[in-house]
């Protein structure tokens, strides 16, 4: 269902989306690791390893301890990328890779936040050379994810600058808000993890998404709106987005006055009157 269109005298708002199992079927970051093997940043044992932490997480989450073990493992296994060729991997594997698993249920979502004057913002824990590249593909206005620091020969150092997860996700849906203007009790926000409360409890209008055990017990007391989305889809074989209310409103503007510049010509050939 459409969502009412935003009245532009009032405060501006937002919809804050996870990325893993909200938008995409999968775990981000952990989907590219046979293209990291390719480009040979890791090795065999490392894509098996990647491949179990996959499943581990497609079915049925993962809790803060998995999460924090994900986060050492990744950051080590990372040292030493360089990071020009990580964002090149990235680029030449991402519509193959994460096209096909983008639901088609979120992507309708981004679109009806877009209809309605909304900014969509998508705040993930993956790092920022996968997660902006599929911000851009979906849309979306802005991103926050996971920095890690890169040392002045171009690699990683596999320490990490800013770790989005958690209540960091909350906090900086706040700085958002606070430098963007967006009131964040008419916002939205949707997440498939408990680990993602603070986020979601920080807007006026949570929603847990394919959540895990522990978020669909507090969406549950809570009252939140619980969605199921199981329908990942090619975006291209979508329907075509509709397009946003300026868009619709100049469209309309350019019709009015093709018509009207058709009258004026016609009236300019219509013979005289007797």
């Not at 890791?42 to 986060?71: C, P």
């Not at 890690?148 to 997860?165: L, Q, W």
């Not at 990942?232 to 009015?256: C, H, S």
Request: one cysteine or more.
């Amino acid at each position: 269902m459409l969502r009412p269109v935003e009245n532009h005298s009032l405060p501006r708002t937002a919809a804050f989306f996870d990325l893993d199992k909200t938008v995409i079927a999968k775990s981000s970051t952990l989907t590219f690791s046979k293209s990291f093997y390719q480009g040979g940043l890791i090795n065999r044992r490392a894509v098996l390893r990647t491949a179990y932490a996959q499943f581990i997480f497609t079915a049925g989450g993962a809790d803060h301890d998995q999460m924090e073990r994900m986060r050492k493992y990744l950051s080590a296994l990372c040292r030493g990328w360089n990071v020009r060729q990580v964002k090149e991997i990235v680029a030449e594997t991402l519509h193959d890779l994460i096209d096909p698993i983008i639901y088609d249920e979120a992507a309708s979502l981004i679109e009806e936040h877009h209809m309605a004057g909304r900014d969509v913002v998508i705040v993930s824990t993956s790092g920022a050379e996968v997660v902006e590249p599929i911000g851009e593909l979906l849309g979306a206005d802005r991103v926050v994810a996971t920095r890690m620091v890169v040392g002045d020969d171009g690699c990683f150092t596999g320490e990490v600058e800013y770790y989005a997860y958690g209540p960091t996700k909350a906090e900086a849906v706040k700085e958002l808000a606070a430098s963007e203007g967006y009131d964040l009790a008419r916002c939205y926000a949707y997440s498939d993890s408990a680990t993602d409360v603070p986020m979601l409890e920080s807007v006026g209008h949570p929603h847990a998404v394919n959540p895990d055990r522990s978020l669909r017990r507090e969406a549950l007391a809570r009252g939140w709106p619980v969605l199921d989305f199981h329908h990942p889809v090619r975006l291209k074989q979508r329907l075509p987005a509709r397009p946003r209310p300026a868009l619709v409103a100049a469209a309309a503007i350019g019709a009015a006055a093709a018509t009207a510049g058709l009258v004026w010509y016609a009236s300019r050939r219509r013979p005289a009157a007797v």
